[in-house]
């Protein structure tokens, strides 16, 4: 743990301790390191957060997912371009919870432009199958092996992907270019 | 039934037969409450495949949410979910506070705590509600919107809006409980269970509702963790998990009150656990009230989160130097440049928000994480092989809220 954490948040000893209700409890499997190496490790406000590179990180998450978490809570992003300090474009947020024990997880991944891909997930979590669509649909992060990859809350012939910190709040006038139907057309 | 049996989605053979029917449902129709669309793939009256469509609601929220302060925000969130908004605002801003580390007063922790229960108990009003609309049974819709119009009448004396509170603010609330406001919550408690016993004897042993509502829909334990069903959706397939009691937030901690869970899995067991959990709502309600406490509602001046009040801005300098910092924007709240996640055991599941801060006082990323989205992606999972009547019940009994769903 040389390096900080690639968002820039740097961890203090309080919020170390600040584990909420479970004082000492470590929700990463001890067996994960063993496994899979050292992983940039860090925790907030007592969340625990793991870092994994994309090439291992679906072995990484079909392990945890065997090691008691058995819920995938959300599959999101987040678009650093306009982050201080931040070393890559995109940062994908796994939050996994296992309901047996109430452990908390936040798994990030990085990748990068030109083409940001990641593995499905949706093999281990049938959950993921519309998050991760509304991750494509939203950020054009591209998920290989995911059995449906289509927009979710966007029509299809939407180009851009208007979560991306690059695209203007008010839009880039897309809904413009929408034909116009008429009674008589329809 | 042998479809319901089988999980996996039928070949592309199957789907070219020429005798199936496409039935197009929604986005406009009465029994989807909400705006959505589903694309049913029938034969005769079953449907063999149920394709949902999402999105014509979007308007964008998270993106908004980076473009408004803490504060601001959560004028949006109301229309999140806006059968329950009051339990949004609670969300959004224990998302914020657990990313700036305040501790709320105690006062302000059970007077959420109880606001959070009379919103799920208008949510679970609203759904049960619904779904006897769509079953049929309309004198039970009735007596349920009659008595969520006494909760908005609470909500309208305490904060002035009946739909769109915003009640919440960081570190605080916008207005104390004020006597006639626990006047009315008491009023509440004393005559809701006995309208709760006139809608249970209306309908929980009603022969037309159990035959169209028990066994159908039905979700195991194993598929609701796997699909990421949470809250009573997931809690009538048997899965004990309820933030309130696995990670206490607010004054969860200090009440008694019980996780109502059922074994079925079907759309009855949905309706009997939302039942039940109201009553365990006025519970907790009512201890809460008994244990209020008093002291000030909002944090103090040293946290630099809530406004001071008028008497400290007019007599002391603290006051007024933290009354004018935070109205100014670029010297408000200390933001750290981190993320986190916080959730609440919302009244359709769990709620959370995932907030990275960058040091000002806007989310630089502001990530809700919708019970409806989940639950909706279950929908084709649970009507294969029933009837076409039964996408209403099946639809009712998960609560999807359209505005929640899209954002």
Same mark, same amino acid.
Request: aromatic share 10%; glycine share 12%; proline share 8%.
């Given at each position: 743990m040389s390096q900080p954490p690639t968002d820039g948040s740097v961890p203090s000893p309080a919020d170390q301790t600040a584990?909420?209700?479970?004082?000492?409890?470590?929700?990463?499997?001890?067996e994960l390191e063993v496994r899979f190496g050292t992983l940039e490790h860090s925790s907030f406000r007592g969340q625990e957060r793991i870092v994994v590179p994309v090439g291992r990180m679906f072995d990484i998450l079909a392990f945890l997912k065997d090691s $008691?978490?058995?819920?995938?809570v959300d599959v999101t992003c987040v678009d650093?371009?306009?982050?201080? $300090?931040?070393?890559?474009?995109y940062g994908l947020v796994y939050l996994l919870a296992a309901t047996a024990d109430n452990r908390r997880l936040i798994v990030r991944v990085f990748v990068d432009d030109p083409d940001p891909t990641v593995p499905s997930v949706v093999p281990i979590w049938g959950a993921a199958n519309w998050l991760e669509r509304e991750v494509w649909d939203l950020f054009g992060i591209r998920f290989t092996g995911h059995p449906d990859l289509r927009r979710l809350v966007?029509?299809?012939g939407f180009t851009a992907?208007?979560?991306?910190?690059?695209?203007?709040l008010q839009g880039r $006038?897309?809904?413009?270019?929408f034909p116009v139907l008429s009674r008589d057309d329809g | 039934m042998s479809i319901a049996a089988s999980p996996a989605a039928p070949s592309a053979a199957q789907r070219s037969e020429d005798y199936l029917w496409t039935l197009n449902f929604g986005p406009q129709h009465p029994a989807t409450h909400t705006t959505l669309r589903l694309v049913l793939t029938l034969e005769g009256e079953r449907v063999v495949d149920a394709l949902p469509e999402m999105g014509?609601?979007?308007? &964008?929220f998270e993106k908004i949410g980076e473009h408004l302060t803490f504060n601001q925000y959560v004028t949006v969130t109301d229309?999140?979910?806006?059968?329950?908004?009051i339990a949004n605002n609670v969300a959004w801003h224990h998302a914020v506070e657990t990313l700036l580390g305040i501790d709320l007063t105690p006062r302000c922790r059970h007077i959420r705590t109880i606001i959070s229960e009379l919103a799920r108990i208008s949510d679970h009003l609203l759904c049960n509600g619904a779904v006897g609309l769509d079953t049929g049974a309309f004198t039970f819709f009735l007596y349920a919107f009659y008595q969520r119009e006494v909760i908005y009448d609470i909500f309208e004396t305490l904060c002035?809006?009946?739909?769109?509170?915003?009640?919440?603010?960081? $570190?605080?609330?916008s207005q104390d409980f004020t006597p006639l406001v626990i006047e009315k919550i008491r009023a509440f408690l004393d005559t809701f269970p006995k309208t709760l016993d006139d809608m249970e004897r209306l309908l929980t042993r009603n022969r037309i509702f159990v035959d169209r509502t028990k066994g159908v829909g039905v979700l195991s334990k194993e598929e609701a963790i796997a699909r990421g069903a949470t809250g009573p959706v997931a809690r009538a397939s048997?899965?004990?998990?309820?933030l309130r009691k696995?990670?206490?937030?607010?004054a969860y901690g200090e009440l008694d009150f019980r996780v109502c869970c059922a074994a079925a899995g079907d759309c009855y067991a949905r309706y009997l656990v939302r039942m039940q959990e109201m009553r365990e709502s006025l519970r907790i309600v009512a201890q809460a009230m008994d244990s209020l406490p008093g002291g000030p509602v909002n944090v103090g001046i040293?946290?630099?989160t809530a406004l001071p009040t008028k008497s400290q801005v007019y007599t002391t300098i603290e006051g007024t130097i933290s009354h004018f910092e935070l109205s100014m924007s670029n010297r408000g709240f200390e933001v750290p440049c981190a993320e986190s996640y916080a959730a609440i055991e919302a009244p359709n599941g769990e709620l959370g928000f995932y907030i990275v801060g960058? &040091?000002?006082?806007?989310?630089y990323r502001a990530r809700c994480r919708p019970p409806s989205v989940l639950h909706f992606s279950i929908f084709p999972h649970l009507i294969r &092989?029933?009837?076409?009547?039964d996408v209403v019940a099946v639809l009712g009994s998960l609560n999807i809220i359209a505005a929640e769903l899209d954002r």
């Open positions: 584990v909420a209700g479970r004082p000492g409890a470590r929700a990463v499997p001890a $008691g978490f058995d819920l995938l650093y371009l306009e982050y201080r $300090g931040a070393r890559h474009r966007l029509p299809e992907h208007p979560l991306r910190k690059d695209y203007p $006038g897309e809904r413009h270019n | 014509y609601l979007h308007s &964008g229309r999140m979910n806006y059968i329950s908004p002035g809006a009946r739909f769109t509170n915003s009640y919440t603010r960081v $570190g605080g609330v048997g899965v004990t998990r309820d696995d990670e206490p937030y607010l040293d946290q630099r960058d &040091g000002s006082d806007r989310a &092989g029933h009837t076409l009547s």
